[in-house]
């Protein structure tokens, strides 16, 4: 169950498509928790397994978006980039239906 106190207690259950979505989120977490322990000036290269673009959001109250894209996935983003000195780089995959795939 998702739940944000600052949507007045509002819930959501957890259904297939937003536990996809939130798995992503908690990997996204787990990654910028592991970059900031990071001995200074390391070098590393950190990688996420699927999609850069959270699909299926649009569906759900704003309240769900804002829990996992801003407290959660653009939050983990920003905490990475701020163990930098700029922007970092991002590559992600699209899959196509028809079986073709294209980087991003």
């Known amino acids: 169950m998702l739940a944000s106190p600052e949507a007045?207690?509002?819930?959501q259950p957890?259904?297939?498509t937003l536990l996809g979505i939130k798995r992503g989120v908690e990997e996204c977490l787990?990654?910028?928790?592991?970059?900031?322990?990071l001995?200074?000036?390391?070098?590393?290269?950190?990688?996420l397994d699927g999609t850069l673009i959270?699909?299926?959001?649009?569906?759900?109250?704003?309240f769900v978006s804002f829990l996992l894209l801003e407290k959660g996935y653009l939050a983990a983003f920003e905490s990475m980039r701020q163990l930098g000195?700029?922007?970092?780089?991002?590559?992600g995959q699209l899959?196509?239906?028809?079986?073709?795939?294209r980087g991003d």
Do not use: C, F, M, V
């Not at 007045?8 to 819930?11: K, L, T």
């Not at 787990?30 to 322990?37: I, M, T, Y």
């Not at 000195?85 to 590559?91: D, E, L, S, V």
């Open 39 to 47: 001995p200074a000036g390391s070098t590393a290269l950190a990688l």
């Open 14 to 16: 957890i259904d297939d």
């Open 30 to 37: 787990a990654l910028a928790q592991l970059a900031a322990g």
């Open 8 to 11: 007045g207690g509002r819930e």
């Open 54 to 62: 959270r699909w299926g959001l649009e569906a759900y109250p704003d």
């Open 95 to 101: 899959h196509q239906p028809a079986g073709g795939n």
């Open 85 to 91: 000195k700029g922007p970092p780089p991002g590559a």
